[in-house]
């Protein structure tokens, strides 16, 4: 077995690897922690038969997820399955994992949510590599009442292959095309609407792979309270977003935003 080891936000995660072609794709591809000595809060095996990838989980909590190696043709297929399975698990951490690239400037931190394709990865281009903390997969921690912004550990070519000291998040933005940059508010409850759709664990609630009825409505309660003093926090603008041109000046349009 091959082994890595990642943080999530503060949280250490360990998985071991039969194959080797998959555990140098995600060497490639994850910030890896060197933490021999903690034990880890997660830890995942991924298993191969002659038709099907095995993912079982034995911390925090058992379960087993089995898949045709049909369907997981691909290696990236696998990642989108593991970071499910972490961001899953992590949320009884009070760590929210969305679909988004973040930023920081200014001494604040600043996430990008939307579909793909709608500009996330432009933003992220526009900053400095070392103010960089996602290019995809956004990871927040609450802490108290505020919420912190913790460099993604799935993002390492984008981050320069190494983490970053959390920061305080200033500014949620959800993406969408247009021929103009304009920010725009939006009620709380309409923020909230926004970030559910948004979540990087969706696959996991459209299955019957958790047979743990009370583990799974936990963490759909825990996500709903991140979701919900997320929102609250830090309430949602909407940026409508020229991609194509890509003119944007963050530091006019966006971060002088007043939330």
């Not at 760590?95 to 990008?112: D, E, K, P, R, T």
């Not at 664990?201 to 963490?219: A, E, G, P, Y």
């Amino acid at each position: 077995m091959f082994q890595l080891q990642l943080y999530c936000a503060d949280v250490l995660c360990r998985i071991l690897i039969e194959e080797r072609v998959l555990y140098e794709y995600f060497i490639e591809r994850y910030v890896l922690a060197d933490d021999n000595i903690q034990a880890p809060y997660l830890l995942l095996t991924i298993k191969h038969t002659e038709q099907e990838v095995l993912f079982e989980i034995k911390k925090p909590f058992p379960f087993l997820i089995t898949l045709s190696k049909e369907r997981l043709s691909h290696p990236g297929n696998i990642n989108y399955i593991v970071r499910s399975i972490i961001s899953f698990c992590c949320l009884s951490k009070n760590i929210l994992c969305l679909h988004a690239s973040s930023c920081i400037s200014n001494s604040g931190g600043y996430v990008f949510t939307g579909p793909s394709g709608f500009g996330k990865t432009t933003i992220v281009k526009k900053f400095e590599e070392e103010d960089v903390y996602s290019n995809d997969t956004a990871i927040i921690k609450k802490k108290g009442a505020a919420f912190l912004l913790f460099s993604s550990p799935f993002d390492k070519k984008h981050l320069g292959g190494f983490e970053k000291k959390p920061i305080s998040i200033r500014g949620v933005f959800l993406l969408q095309k247009s021929k103009k940059n304009i920010v725009k508010n939006v009620s709380v409850s309409k923020g909230i609407e926004y970030l559910f759709g948004n979540f990087t664990d969706k696959l996991l609630l459209t299955h019957h792979w958790l047979k743990n009825r009370d583990i799974m409505v936990s963490q759909e309660e825990k996500r709903s309270f991140l979701i919900v003093s997320l929102a609250t926090y830090c309430p949602v603008k909407i940026l409508f977003f020229d991609k194509e041109a890509a003119v944007l000046l963050l530091n006019k349009t966006i971060l002088k935003t007043k939330f």
